[in-house]
């Protein structure tokens, strides 16, 4: 047998190679994904007056934005207790929070997707961070954007946005030295509207090319099953519970779907990390049958409050919310909902 010689590499060492090179060109992929889908929600933002949201920190602190427009930049980090990019970014976060802490208001803000205040409070702990922290509720996703974790906002010392995006990089580190310029004059900032508790006028945009109106003309109620494209895969091993009710409330969808095919029935899929080919790839491998829809804004998903999938809510035929069942759902439960 021909011993390998030091310009020959053993086979199982050119195979690990390989593996590790494609693991690499994958992983880079993903980012430069990331990357794109953070510009291009973030493009119209640059330039205009940041929003002056009220935040709460898991703590209880209350933090007007507003109150440093015109004083202080601000970065804000949307992140993720399950997001993997986001784990590996937090090191930069947290020198960047120690290093500028006394001239820029740096601020972590969890998603409020699929994580609740105990899994932040773990994260922080076991990650040894020390930046406030607060878990949206759906304001902050709307006002910028967000589409992917981690998203990064820097806002300029004059209350402008400066910079959407998603890697830690030399583009980043340059908005957050940018971010000190000269305050411009006092200018005035506006709070988006909160929205109403109904959703008449709310349309689904079929992943199809259709259109769907959640309030129906006959009366008839609709059940929302609230999904994510991602969630049974990318959380099988880090969540494998949450994974397992993802793929439950799918399947259970589909029994119900067959069962009652006149039913208004329709799947709403997150636009986090989320397009519209994620969508079709979800749909097509899933062997999903009931009507999909992308909500990529994110307005169906913030008008009904729901931040955790899966999670089904039964509307009437005015758009109003009648019931509601978070992860898990029995088909029992759900057909009673729909009957009364």
């Not at 961070?129 to 010392?157: C, K, N, S, W």
Request: aromatic share 6%.
């Amino acid at each position: 047998m021909r011993r390998p010689t030091p310009s020959s590499p053993p086979r199982r060492l050119l195979l690990v190679l390989l593996a590790l090179a494609g693991l690499g060109a994958g992983v880079a992929a993903h980012a430069n994904e990331g990357q794109d889908r953070a510009r291009t929600a973030g493009a119209s933002l640059l330039g205009t007056l940041a929003p002056a949201l009220e935040l709460r920190t898991i703590e209880g602190r209350t933090i007007r934005l507003a109150d440093y427009y015109g004083h202080r930049p601000v970065y804000l980090k949307f992140w993720a207790t399950w997001c993997v990019p986001c784990r590996e970014q937090m090191p930069h976060f947290e020198r960047t929070y120690e290093a500028r802490r006394g001239t820029m208001a740096v601020i972590a803000v969890n998603a409020g997707f699929n994580d609740s205040e105990a899994d932040i409070r773990r994260y922080r702990e076991e990650l040894k961070l020390r930046m406030p922290m607060v878990r949206d509720d759906g304001r902050l996703a709307e006002a910028f954007h967000l589409r992917v974790t981690p998203q990064h906002v820097v806002i300029g010392r004059d209350g402008r946005i400066l910079y959407v995006g998603h890697l830690a990089d030399a583009a980043l580190e340059a908005a957050l030295a940018a971010a000190s310029g000269p305050a411009a004059s006092a200018v005035a900032h506006v709070s988006p509207a909160a929205a109403p508790a109904t959703a008449p006028n709310l349309a689904l945009q079929l992943v199809d090319g259709g259109e769907a109106a959640i309030a129906a003309a006959s009366g008839a109620p609709t059940l929302l099953a609230f999904v994510s494209p991602w969630c049974e895969s990318y959380l099988e091993k880090s969540r494998p519970e949450r994974s397992a009710e993802c793929r439950d409330a799918r399947l259970l969808l589909e029994e119900l779907h067959a069962a009652r095919p006149a039913a208004r029935l329709y799947a709403v899929a997150s636009g986090l990390w989320a397009g519209h080919d994620d969508a079709v790839e979800y749909r097509d491998h899933a062997h999903v049958t009931v009507p999909l829809a992308l909500d990529a804004s994110g307005d169906v998903f913030r008008r009904f409050a729901v931040q955790d999938v899966p999670t089904f809510v039964v509307v009437d035929g005015n758009g109003r919310e009648r019931a509601r069942f978070a992860r898990r759902a029995s088909r029992a439960s759900l057909e009673a909902a729909l009957d009364r």
